[in-house]
């Protein structure tokens, strides 16, 4: 399925900076829809490890994937990072995928109608569709089960207790969404307001659910001990022995479980019982898969997947922009490019208590880092062009994205004028050297991805910019999934200068306000992170993690403007032009106020063995490998 089916169903997600610096998601730096980085709310990440594996050979009907990082989890509701939602892509269809722009094509459910006023839509549920462990056919009650008790954290609405990152999807104007059954495959949710966009931003057309009758084995929902903690209902089902030993997805999706070892590698095998097996699909032929084994493959480092499929070892990977050239003209690997890649990325500021103060305290000091960095010299010379800059939180070739933004000269100089300005009298110059309230040079702890080249290499640039300020910079080097849960995931535990309960729960990646919630570990920037979603629906990527009380908010932003509001005013304006101009005003805000350092959106550029088959002409956003899993074959 294409990253943007896969992005509209985890509905947005966190990437991991890779590869080539594509989103692969919480976006990592990633090159390719097949590289990808990840961790889950509740878990503990872990450090890849390579693992002997069997080779693929000629001829032979198996996938593997190489990438750098590796699944958490294989809970359906604990999906906040590509890695994890890539995986579960194989076991788990969603209710339907979208074939280019507003078009879509049924997959769970077979049938959709908005509404003429767009306040309610009604959704038929396929007639064979049956889960595995015994709970028998999926029906209007496990949806609706789904949207009360889980997206919306039951008739109480604790959705912290419940800990769903996704719930604000299901709030529309500050009020919930309704769901009501209407048959056994046949319910209407009623919104609370008229959306016309309704089917792109839809979650619940794109969302993983589970059998009602496992829901309720969770209640009454509050927080219970899991592995000496204490943890969310989200984490306490991800324990449930069918998710664990991957037996629930009966004939739901293309593969079936078969192995996992945590951080390694993940097998699955052809599903016989696919639903969709044989089944006509717009543009993709008969429903396979065609493949008989897709295993995703986890490397320490970048490099190694580079060799594996030199070798043929493996059938693909992600690759790095100024890694394109090298890898593609080794013997029987082709590149696969695209100009609409997925996902924005920027380097991270905390806003939190546990970060350097003057950047929440100041825009200057934060337009201060856009003055340093040269996103040019970013695409350029480290993504060899494959790229685009950005200003503002919106792919560059997005529909929204503004003609006009505020802009910031590129220049030492008017950072350290800016630096000087924003943050006041107990900090200073002398010479050339920035000083703070301690009367010591102003040192900054920078957190990078180090399981690939490219987010060093940033890291260093980025390091060299702000020395040339006279800031200093500490560079801390660990895997995706260690960032997010050691400086992303937050709590009022980690803090120990507060004593109470948080004012709000959001999620684990915003479990309370920036001064009471803070990361495991102290830390000023991040690079190596980007974020995901549905580029013709941006209001809600927006809302769900810029807003004070939103789910992906990690750094703790806490806007002076009504981010919300203006995000939901173009979701329901009654005209294209009305979506445009608040989308308009949206995205300049942002790009004035830098709660994060915009940088670039990112290219797709993916290594394939030349035998494999079925790749898209990439002539439009839509036009992904991903959106082809269930249709490429490797030569036989």
Same mark, same amino acid.
């Given at each position: 399925?294409?990253?943007?089916?896969? =992005?509209?169903?985890?509905?947005?997600?966190?990437?991991?900076?890779?590869?080539?610096? /594509?989103?692969?998601?919480?976006?990592?730096?990633?090159?390719?829809? =097949?590289?990808?980085?990840?961790?889950t709310p509740g878990t503990d990440a872990t450090d890849s490890?390579?693992?002997?594996?069997?080779?693929?050979?000629?001829?032979?009907?198996?996938?593997?994937?190489?990438?750098?990082?590796?699944?958490? #989890?294989?809970?359906?509701?604990?999906?906040?990072?590509?890695?994890?939602?890539?995986?579960?892509?194989?076991?788990?269809?969603?209710?339907?995928?979208?074939?280019?722009?507003?078009?879509?094509?049924?997959?769970?459910?077979?049938?959709?109608?908005?509404?003429?006023?767009?306040?309610?839509?009604?959704?038929?549920?396929?007639?064979?569709?049956e889960w595995g462990a015994d709970y028998g056919q999926v029906?209007?009650?496990?949806?609706?089960?789904?949207?009360?008790?889980?997206?919306?954290?039951?008739?109480?609405?604790?959705?912290?207790?419940? !800990?769903?990152?996704?719930?604000?999807?299901?709030?529309?104007?500050?009020?919930?969404?309704?769901?009501?059954?209407?048959?056994?495959?046949?319910?209407?949710?009623?919104?609370?307001?008229?959306?016309?966009?309704?089917? #792109?931003?839809?979650?619940?057309?794109?969302?993983?659910?589970?059998?009602?009758?496992?829901?309720?084995?969770?209640?009454?929902?509050?927080?219970?001990?899991?592995?000496?903690?204490?943890?969310?209902?989200?984490?306490?089902?991800?324990?449930?022995?069918?998710?664990?030993?991957?037996d629930l997805s009966g004939n739901l999706g293309p593969f079936?479980?078969?192995?996992?070892?945590?951080?390694?590698?993940?097998? /699955?095998?052809?599903?016989?019982?696919?639903?969709?097996?044989?089944?006509?699909?717009?543009?993709?032929?008969?429903?396979?898969?065609?493949?008989?084994?897709?295993?995703?493959?986890?490397?320490?480092?970048?490099?190694?997947?580079?060799?594996?499929?030199?070798?043929? =070892?493996?059938?693909?990977?992600?690759?790095? !922009?100024?890694?394109?050239?090298?890898?593609?003209?080794?013997?029987?690997?082709?590149?696969?490019?695209?100009?609409?890649?997925?996902?924005?990325?920027?380097? #991270?500021?905390?806003?939190?208590?546990? !970060?350097?103060?003057?950047?929440?305290?100041?825009?200057? /000091?934060?337009?201060?880092?856009?003055?340093?960095?040269?996103?040019?010299?970013?695409?350029?010379?480290?993504?060899?062009?494959?790229?685009?800059?950005?200003?503002?939180?919106?792919?560059?070739?997005?529909?929204?994205?503004?003609? =006009?933004?505020?802009?910031?000269?590129?220049?030492?100089?008017?950072?350290?004028?800016?630096?000087?300005?924003?943050?006041?009298?107990?900090?200073?110059?002398?010479?050339?050297?920035?000083?703070?309230?301690?009367?010591?040079?102003?040192?900054?702890?920078?957190?990078?991805?180090?399981?690939?080249?490219?987010?060093?290499?940033? !890291?260093?640039?980025?390091?060299?910019?702000?020395?040339?300020?006279?800031?200093?910079?500490?560079?801390?080097?660990?895997?995706?999934?260690?960032?997010?849960?050691?400086?992303?995931?937050?709590?009022?535990?980690?803090?120990?200068?507060?004593?109470?309960?948080?004012?709000?729960?959001?999620?684990?990646?915003?479990?309370?306000?920036?001064?009471?919630?803070?990361?495991?570990?102290?830390?000023?920037?991040?690079?190596?992170?980007?974020?995901?979603?549905?580029?013709?629906?941006?209001?809600?990527?927006?809302?769900?993690?810029?807003?004070?009380?939103?789910?992906?908010?990690?750094?703790?932003?806490?806007?002076?403007?009504? /981010?919300?509001?203006?995000?939901?005013?173009?979701?329901?304006?009654?005209?294209?032009?009305?979506?445009?101009?608040?989308?308009?005003?949206?995205?300049?805000?942002?790009?004035?106020?830098?709660?994060?350092?915009?940088?670039?959106?990112?290219?797709?550029?993916?290594?394939?063995?030349?035998?494999?088959?079925?790749?898209?002409?990439?002539?439009?956003?839509?036009?992904?490998?991903?959106?082809?899993?269930?249709?490429?074959?490797?030569?036989?």
């Amino acid at each position: 399925m294409s990253d943007d089916q896969i =992005d509209e169903r985890r509905r947005r997600v966190l990437q991991a900076a890779a590869a080539a610096g /594509v989103s692969v998601t919480l976006a990592g730096c990633s090159s390719g829809g =097949d590289g990808d980085g990840e961790g889950t709310p509740g878990t503990d990440a872990t450090d890849s490890v390579d693992e002997e594996f069997a080779p693929q050979g000629p001829g032979d009907r198996s996938w593997i994937t190489g990438t750098t990082s590796g699944a958490q #989890s294989l809970n359906p509701l604990a999906i906040s990072d590509e890695a994890t939602n890539n995986r579960l892509d194989l076991l788990y269809d969603p209710g339907s995928v979208t074939i280019d722009g507003l078009e879509f094509e049924g997959r769970m459910i077979e049938e959709y109608e908005i509404a003429d006023d767009f306040t309610a839509a009604t959704y038929r549920l396929r007639d064979d569709l049956e889960w595995g462990a015994d709970y028998g056919q999926v029906t209007a009650d496990d949806y609706v089960s789904f949207v009360r008790d889980i997206a919306l954290g039951g008739p109480d609405m604790r959705t912290g207790v419940v !800990g769903y990152s996704q719930t604000s999807s299901y709030i529309l104007g500050g009020e919930p969404i309704e769901i009501e059954k209407l048959g056994k495959l046949e319910f209407r949710v009623n919104l609370p307001q008229s959306r016309g966009f309704w089917l #792109s931003e839809d979650p619940i057309r794109t969302a993983y659910v589970l059998p009602a009758d496992l829901i309720e084995k969770y209640k009454p929902f509050e927080q219970r001990e899991v592995n000496g903690n204490q943890a969310n209902v989200i984490t306490q089902i991800g324990q449930d022995e069918a998710i664990v030993e991957g037996d629930l997805s009966g004939n739901l999706g293309p593969f079936n479980f078969e192995s996992w070892d945590k951080g390694q590698k993940l097998v /699955v095998s052809r599903n016989e019982d696919y639903y969709l097996s044989g089944t006509e699909l717009d543009g993709l032929g008969a429903a396979g898969p065609n493949l008989e084994e897709y295993t995703y493959q986890v490397f320490d480092e970048q490099s190694t997947a580079y060799s594996a499929v030199r070798a043929g =070892d493996i059938t693909t990977t992600g690759v790095e !922009g100024r890694k394109v050239e090298d890898v593609s003209q080794s013997d029987g690997v082709s590149i696969f490019e695209s100009d609409f890649g997925e996902g924005t990325f920027f380097l #991270s500021l905390n806003h939190r208590v546990n !970060g350097w103060a003057p950047i929440r305290e100041s825009r200057e /000091v934060r337009q201060a880092f856009a003055h340093l960095i040269d996103k040019n010299t970013l695409v350029d010379q480290i993504f060899s062009g494959y790229g685009d800059p950005i200003g503002t939180f919106h792919e560059a070739w997005g529909p929204f994205y503004p003609d =006009d933004l505020p802009t910031f000269e590129t220049g030492i100089e008017p950072a350290k004028e800016k630096f000087a300005n924003g943050t006041g009298s107990d900090y200073g110059y002398d010479g050339d050297t920035f000083l703070g309230p301690d009367g010591e040079q102003v040192e900054l702890k920078m957190v990078i991805d180090n399981t690939q080249q490219t987010p060093e290499i940033v !890291g260093n640039y980025i390091k060299q910019r702000l020395g040339e300020a006279g800031i200093a910079v500490t560079i801390e080097g660990t895997s995706f999934g260690k960032i997010i849960a050691n400086y992303l995931q937050n709590s009022v535990e980690n803090n120990p200068n507060y004593d109470g309960e948080p004012s709000f729960q959001a999620s684990g990646f915003n479990n309370g306000a920036y001064d009471e919630a803070i990361g495991k570990n102290s830390w000023d920037l991040i690079y190596g992170v980007g974020f995901s979603g549905n580029p013709f629906t941006p209001w809600g990527t927006i809302r769900a993690l810029l807003p004070e009380q939103s789910q992906f908010n990690f750094m703790g932003y806490r806007p002076d403007f009504d /981010v919300s509001g203006t995000a939901t005013a173009a979701a329901t304006a009654s005209s294209e032009e009305g979506t445009r101009e608040n989308m308009n005003e949206l995205f300049t805000f942002l790009a004035r106020d830098q709660p994060l350092t915009w940088l670039f959106s990112p290219q797709a550029t993916v290594a394939y063995r030349r035998p494999v088959e079925g790749l898209p002409e990439p002539d439009s956003f839509w036009d992904r490998p991903d959106a082809r899993t269930i249709g490429l074959r490797t030569t036989e």
